[in-house]
């Protein structure tokens, strides 16, 4: 949030609410736009007198200019602007409330969760997201019952950035949501838990249908401690036909140190996407074991320079190993 001087100042408010009142829109956006960057927080009673302005432009100033504000003073105007019915400034409304940290607007933003429009109840939920309040379990964990995905997404946000074991089961659940986004954004929220379930649950997620859970999948498992539980499958999805999903359980099995991986990661070492060579690279670097040398000599003169960089990294790792090992 912006707390510098305006790019064009006023004597004082007054001065500023004055300009508010022109006749010509224009002029009251330019007077919105130097309110929100005045950093005073004394400036949001004067935009927040702006939120029923006949014009939608100036309306979408005043939810872009309240977001450089934090509170429950900004939070009550923004909600209103949530509602508007142009979609340009419910938008802005919802991109400004979800930059608030102030817990306090929690409780502002929380009747919306059960609005009637579906746009409403996800700008709602995406605030409710920063705010990490506990107050906000109990709504979000309703709202995975909604019945629209995009609000399920968000929902699922809320859940994972409160970080509580309890919602486990929950998000477990959501694994067979029929939606994709909601299957991936449960895979992804599952991340925070170090508990075995979840590394079970993240595991069947890769024989999900949809390539983009796949790969999620293979991503969260390394950040697991019982991900190695999980290394034949990940090894498995080695062979996955979006070399996106390869690319994430490689790099999985790098940072869980899965030594038994080391052939099927050097068979990757040929691909034709650099981006999936230098990843080979870099696990082949993180598990360190001398089977991986013949892979990574492959690649020793590749194309790509950054493929070159991770490969002599990982020879050096290789080289250090063997060096403690024959001390």
């Excluded at 067979?176 to 993240?202: C, G, W, Y």
């Excluded at 050097?266 to 990843?279: F, M, P, S, W």
Aim: charged share 25%; aromatic share 4%; with cysteine.
């Amino acid at each position: 949030m912006i707390m510098s001087s305006p790019f064009e100042s006023y004597d004082d408010l007054e001065d500023a609410d004055e300009r508010l009142q022109a006749a010509d829109p224009a002029e009251r956006r330019v007077a919105i736009i130097a309110l929100g960057h005045s950093g005073d927080p004394a400036a949001v009673g004067h935009l927040a007198n702006m939120v029923a302005d006949p014009d939608a432009g100036v309306r979408q100033q005043v939810a872009m200019a309240l977001g450089e504000f934090d509170g429950p003073e900004a939070a009550s105007a923004l909600v209103k602007l949530l509602v508007d019915p142009e979609r340009i400034v419910a938008s802005a409304a919802a991109d400004s409330m979800a930059e608030f940290k102030d817990p306090a607007c929690a409780e502002i933003i929380l009747p919306l969760v059960k609005h009637a429009h579906a746009f409403v109840r996800m700008g709602a939920l995406r605030a409710l997201k920063e705010l990490r309040c506990k107050d906000t379990l109990k709504p979000a964990l309703e709202a995975l019952q909604d019945t629209d995905a995009a609000v399920r997404v968000q929902a699922i946000g809320v859940i994972g950035f409160l970080k509580l074991e309890e919602s486990i089961p929950a998000l477990t659940a959501l694994i067979n949501d029929p939606d994709a986004h909601v299957r991936r954004a449960a895979v992804s929220a599952l991340a925070f838990s170090q508990m075995k379930p979840a590394a079970e649950t993240i595991t069947r997620a890769l024989k999900d249908s949809d390539w983009m859970v796949r790969e999620m999948a293979a991503e969260t498992l390394g950040l697991n401690v019982n991900g190695s539980l999980a290394a034949e499958q990940l090894v498995a999805s080695l062979g996955d036909e979006f070399w996106q999903v390869r690319l994430k359980a490689i790099r999985s099995l790098g940072r869980m140190k899965i030594e038994r991986a080391v052939r099927p990661i050097g068979n990757c070492i040929n691909h034709d996407q650099a981006n999936l060579r230098k990843e080979a690279a870099a696990a082949l670097g993180e598990i360190a074991h001398p089977d991986g040398e013949a892979f990574l000599a492959v690649i020793a003169d590749d194309a790509d320079p950054d493929v070159r960089k991770n490969a002599r990294w990982a020879l050096q790792q290789i080289a250090a190993r063997k060096a403690r090992a024959g001390a």
